[in-house]
């Protein structure tokens, strides 16, 4: 082996290193939506309180919303559930999409703690779920006013995580929206 | 206050390490032949502290002290006893505490075994494992003590061992594996201890080589051994993952045994020197990255320790002082120790030497180890440089390491038979020629037996393939075999003289090689004709697989000390007579709340059955996953002999002699060139 | 139709449990049925190579999760609706993204990963192949005798040349 070669084990285990060092804290399962910047996703389901009302993209009204993935059987659920309600109070249209559940224990889930969705999708077998690419729940999607998915988030969205993640990019869009 | 003992004692053996890894070291440089010496007293000292603090956890967990934070973590008072202590090692803190503690083992098993080496090299090399005792202590104390204590409340309940733990694999296969990863350090400290002296020769070597191949063959056997626990513990008869945690100990393993190829080129021939130095640091810093992914987060995988970014700041750090520093310091003393002044100055050998088939053998097994690298580490590397969040997963590990295992069985027929410096091609050509043609017909036949009738469409070429590797490997061993027990006389008697003439070493290659047959069969043919059915069944039901027939007799709920389990028997019966009567259960662990599936296994040279239950289905049903595993327990039995053979190795008479002091350079390959004509230019 | 194996069993059990089975042995099915089992190996190999999203790294045939079962179903449906093994894995990428097959693609993202070990083991052969074509070149002049220093070469010189001595 020649001099220089000598040096190539050495080389590579900085680059390796580099790698190594700013890979920490990086989330490994931290999943990129493979929606973002696609249209959300076609469906036909019923609606969580009136059964005979089938709700598609079309109730989303061109508006600005977030669509939020919630279950009775969920526990972050329900510490992320005071934080809807507030920012619901404060104007944000929320559309739940009640995944895997039985009707009547979200119905009534949702009397116990506050309804803060504009209305529910009720989607029991998780159809619409796979078409999002849901793995759990809690998740939530900002949608904008084309109907496009602008961002998600897999876990609980408390108010730290509204003002890192979603705050800035909700206001854009509805500005966005209002200026047309 | 059992557990303070414990604790005070971790920080006396750091005292010691610390002082391990300065004073031999200066006394070494200064010629201080007091300082040089105290290396082994304080490795000695170091070992009695570290046990003594293993000991007060061991004690901790035995007596239920759920006041501190790790024992209530990971046990129970219902946990049966033998998992209490096994569970030591369950988790991050504890089984931190085992590698500090076989660290310990192996610098103490150096200092009671190196009067034979020049004292400047054994100070050495025990001061640098003395500087990597220091770092583990520190991380330990730092970061992960496992008698941190839960005050003022402490919980009078713990959280209970993970279920999928209480298993007598826990209480091998760590300790086992931990032998072989530790081990390397060993090589490591050696290595660079070479390279500080800038002295390197086939001394040097012959003194390491016991070290290297004991570091192995506790590694085979760990890898081994985990890979059997994975096969009967998981409930769905996988054996091997590519999991990251997997291919942690998989990466060091290959380099290990290039490393063992590597340095019988140095001793015998002064050849590769460089290259093994190489080899013998980059084996510990593949342990130590393993340690790293393991436990910080950056990887997911179902046996990872810890998710904790801080603690993999502080082994990254370690890491790139340990593997940084030696990897710089031999690319700086490397070309000192390339040529020595006086010696020959080429070692010359031919094409079909034994030297290139060695290094046909590192160049496919280093690739592998990249190749493992590489696809283990690639979603990190691209999540850092923003590619998105890919997975690679066996598809890709498969895809490339067959083809290299494949490559260097073939290479392993040719080099059995190789001798030093030049091999006759013509001779090659002719023994060759039988078992050549053995194993082109093993290949074309038995898969038409194998499979479960006997037509061409069943044929597969994979078995054809992997049969025809094996045989290769096989045949070729025993036509060197014989061709050496063939030599002297052709008296009847005398093949049985020769055999006890061959050295230690050589029966270790056979056994190792031949393992290596064993195993590769094993994989290829189980994974070629597994057969499974997931069928639902209730009491009374039966079901055929692969020529066996599985009924369903009954199903009870039973109490084990620490879980409640739906038990099912299920007997198999092959040709209307009774084979094997089945128990899978379905366990529910009370402390944790966690299901597990215990699967039922009737275990066989040809076959295994295997069986495991579902879940439960509607009206009393159960969904019922049966496989029959054909030549599944080849895998394992030729780890073992693999494992085996490096014993066999080791054992070998040459180097328990006792050396008296240091050998000049003369007596050394005046002894390198005997040993090389005792063994008959193998 | 077999007889009944249990030796223990008074006769009439015998007959009466011959009938039993003889039926029941019908009725076993598989938990996962398809119209067409061709469909069932492709299915298998399908879930080796998916990976569960929300697992610490399990293909979708181990894993017990519930987003697993929902997706084994899909994959089923998918195989029901005569899509190629191509077709569902990008259904599939198109929802949970490229995390989700453990085959990585090969695209601009991954080209190294793919091509890395082919370089390293094509490297490895020259190495090899340049050393032995070195080593086969020097064979004609080979002896047994290693090439000695200028050095080491004089002093043999000397000694040889050199008249002998009595023994001493």
């Known amino acids: 082996m020649n001099r220089l070669t000598l040096f190539i084990p050495f080389a590579l285990c900085l680059a390796l290193g580099a790698f190594l060092f700013f890979s920490l804290g990086k989330d490994p399962l931290d999943l990129p939506s493979a929606l973002v910047g696609e249209p959300f996703p076609e469906f036909s389901l019923e609606e969580l309180h009136e059964p005979e009302r089938q709700v598609s993209t079309d109730d989303f009204d061109s508006q600005v919303l977030l669509v939020n993935v919630w279950a009775t059987w969920c526990f972050a659920c329900r510490i992320e559930h005071p934080w809807l309600n507030s920012l619901a109070k404060d104007g944000v249209v929320i559309v739940g999409l009640n995944y895997k559940d039985h009707r009547k224990l979200a119905q009534d889930w949702l009397q116990e703690r506050g309804d803060p969705y504009q209305f529910s999708i009720f989607d029991p077998r998780g159809v619409l779920g796979i078409d999002l690419g849901v793995y759990g729940a809690p998740e939530t999607y900002l949608v904008d006013a084309?109907?496009?998915?602008?961002?998600?988030?897999?876990?609980?969205?408390?108010?730290?995580?509204?003002?890192?993640?979603?705050?800035?990019?909700?206001?854009?869009?509805?500005?966005?929206?209002?200026?047309? | 206050?059992?557990?303070?003992?414990?604790?005070?004692?971790?920080?006396?053996?750091?005292?010691?390490?610390?002082?391990?890894?300065?004073?031999?070291?200066?006394?070494?440089?200064?010629?201080?032949?007091?300082?040089?010496?105290?290396?082994?007293?304080?490795?000695?000292?170091?070992?009695?502290?570290?046990?003594?603090?293993?000991?007060?956890?061991?004690?901790?967990?035995?007596?239920?002290?759920?006041?501190l934070q790790y024992v209530a973590n990971n046990s129970n008072t219902l946990l049966p006893?033998?998992?209490?202590?096994?569970?030591?090692?369950?988790?991050?803190?504890?089984?931190?505490?085992?590698?500090?503690?076989?660290?310990?083992?192996?610098?103490?098993?150096?200092?009671?075994?190196?009067?034979?080496?020049?004292?400047?090299?054994?100070?050495?090399?025990?001061?640098?494992?003395?500087?990597?005792?220091?770092?583990?202590?520190?991380?330990?104390?730092?970061?992960?003590?496992?008698?941190?204590?839960?005050?003022?409340?402490?919980?009078?309940?713990?959280?209970?061992?993970?279920?999928?733990?209480?298993?007598?694999?826990?209480?091998?296969?760590?300790?086992m594996l931990y032998m072989g990863y530790v081990g390397f350090s060993v090589a490591f400290a050696f290595a660079v201890a070479a390279l500080i002296g800038g002295q390197f020769d086939s001394a040097w070597a012959r003194w390491a080589r016991p070290w290297i191949n004991s570091a192995w063959v506790f590694l085979t056997i760990g890898i081994t051994l985990g890979s059997w626990w994975a096969y009967y513990e998981l409930g769905w008869g996988g054996w091997w993952f590519w999991d990251p945690v997997e291919n942690a100990s998989l990466m060091p393993w290959l380099v290990g045994t290039a490393l063992v190829h590597s340095i019988s080129v140095t001793e015998k021939r002064g050849a590769f020197r460089s290259w093994t130095l190489l080899l013998a640091i980059l084996a510990f810093s593949l342990s130590l990255l393993g340690t790293f992914l393991v436990r910080s987060g950056v990887l997911t995988s179902v046996h990872a320790f810890a998710n904790d970014p801080e603690r993999g700041i502080f082994i990254l750090a370690f890491l790139g002082l340990v593997v940084g520093s030696s990897l710089l310091l031999f690319a700086l003393r490397g070309p000192v120790v390339q040529r020595q002044k006086g010696d020959a100055e080429v070692v010359s050998y031919s094409g079909l030497s034994r030297e290139m088939m060695l290094l046909l053998n590192n160049v496919l097994l280093v690739s592998a180890m990249a190749m493992i690298l590489i696809g283990t580490l690639y979603p990190l590397i691209a999540d850092v440089l923003d590619l998105g969040k890919i997975s690679v997963g066996p598809p890709y590990f498969n895809f490339f390491f067959v083809p290299m295992a494949l490559g260097l069985m073939v290479a392993m027929g040719f080099a059995v038979f190789s001798r030093w410096k030049k091999t006759d091609a013509q001779m090659l050509r002719q023994k060759g020629m039988l078992p050549f043609l053995i194993s082109l017909t093993a290949a074309l036949i038995l898969p038409l037996f194998l499979a479960e009738s006997m037509s061409w469409e069943t044929y597969s070429i994979t078995a054809a393939i992997t049969l025809g590797a094996s045989f290769w490997v096989v045949t070729m061993s025993l036509e060197d075999l014989w061709q050496k027990l063939d030599r002297g006389s052709s008296k009847a008697g005398s093949r049985l003289t020769n055999m006890t003439k061959l050295p230690g070493s050589y029966w270790g290659m056979q056994v190792a090689h031949i393992g290596i047959a064993v195993c590769a069969l094993g994989v290829g043919l189980s994974s070629v004709y597994d057969v499974q059915k997931d069928v639902r069944m209730v009491p009374g039901d039966r079901a055929e697989v692969a020529g066996y027939e599985f009924t369903f007799d009954s199903l009870d709920f039973v109490q084990g000390p620490n879980y409640g389990a739906s038990r099912g028997q299920i007997s198999a019966y092959k040709n209307d007579r009774l084979v094997a009567v089945l128990h899978p259960e379905k366990r529910k662990y009370e402390a944790r709340n966690q299901v597990m599936t215990e699967a039922a296994l009737d275990a066989g040279l040809t076959r295994d059955l295997y069986v495991s239950l579902g879940e439960p289905l509607k009206d009393d049903a159960w969904a019922i996953r049966l496989h029959v595993k054909p030549f599944v327990r080849c895998i394992w039995?030729?780890?073992?002999?693999?494992?085996?053979?490096?014993?066999?190795?080791?054992?070998?008479?040459?180097?328990?002699?006792?050396?008296?002091?240091?050998?000049?350079?003369?007596?050394?390959?005046?002894?390198?060139?005997?040993?090389?004509?005792?063994?008959?230019?193998? | 139709m077999q007889s009944n194996v249990w030796p223990s069993l008074g006769l009439l059990k015998q007959v009466g449990l011959f009938l039993l089975f003889s039926s029941a042995a019908m009725a076993v099915e598989d938990v996962v049925s398809f119209s067409d089992e061709s469909l069932r190996p492709r299915y298998q190999q399908l879930l080796e190579e998916l990976r569960c999203p929300k697992c610490q790294n399990q293909n979708l045939a181990d894993s017990n999760s519930a987003i697993s079962q929902d997706l084994r179903a899909e994959v089923q449906r998918l195989l029901e609706q005569d899509l190629t093994d191509a077709e569902i894995k990008d259904y599939l990428k198109n929802r949970y993204s490229e995390f989700i097959l453990y085959r990585p693609e090969v695209n601009r993202a991954t080209w190294f990963l793919w091509a890395a070990p082919v370089v390293l083991v094509v490297l490895g052969g020259l190495?090899?192949?340049?050393?032995?074509?070195?080593k086969k070149l020097g064979d004609s002049q080979e002896t047994d005798i290693p090439v000695r220093s200028a050095d080491q070469q004089q002093r043999l010189d000397k000694l040889l040349n050199s008249p002998k001595q009595g023994s001493e």
Request: with cysteine; glycine share 10%.
């Open chain 2, 1 to 67: 206050m059992i557990a303070e003992y414990g604790h005070i004692a971790l920080i006396v053996a750091l005292c010691l390490s610390v002082a391990q890894a300065i004073v031999p070291m200066a006394g070494s440089f200064a010629g201080y032949r007091t300082w040089m010496r105290l290396g082994h007293s304080l490795a000695l000292g170091q070992l009695v502290f570290v046990a003594i603090s293993f000991a007060c956890l061991t004690a901790a967990f035995v007596q239920d002290d759920f006041s």
């Open chain 2, 81 to 175: 006893t033998q998992f209490k202590v096994s569970a030591v090692w369950g988790a991050h803190e504890g089984s931190l505490l085992l590698w500090a503690l076989i660290l310990a083992v192996w610098s103490a098993a150096v200092a009671m075994f190196s009067g034979h080496l020049p004292l400047v090299l054994s100070s050495r090399v025990l001061s640098i494992l003395g500087a990597i005792s220091v770092g583990f202590g520190l991380f330990i104390l730092l970061t992960s003590n496992p008698f941190a204590r839960i005050l003022p409340f402490s919980p009078t309940e713990g959280g209970d061992l993970n279920p999928l733990l209480q298993d007598f694999g826990l209480i091998v296969h760590p300790p």
């Open chain 2, 637 to 682: 039995l030729g780890g073992l002999m693999i494992g085996l053979g490096g014993l066999l190795s080791v054992m070998d008479k040459r180097y328990r002699r006792r050396q008296p002091g240091a050998l000049s350079k003369a007596q050394s390959a005046a002894q390198s060139g005997a040993t090389a004509l005792e063994v008959g230019a193998q």
């Open chain 1, 146 to 180: 084309e109907g496009i998915v602008r961002h998600r988030r897999v876990g609980v969205v408390d108010e730290r995580v509204w003002n890192e993640e979603f705050r800035d990019l909700y206001q854009q869009l509805v500005d966005e929206a209002n200026a047309e």
């Open chain 3, 127 to 134: 190495i090899v192949l340049r050393l032995s074509r070195r």
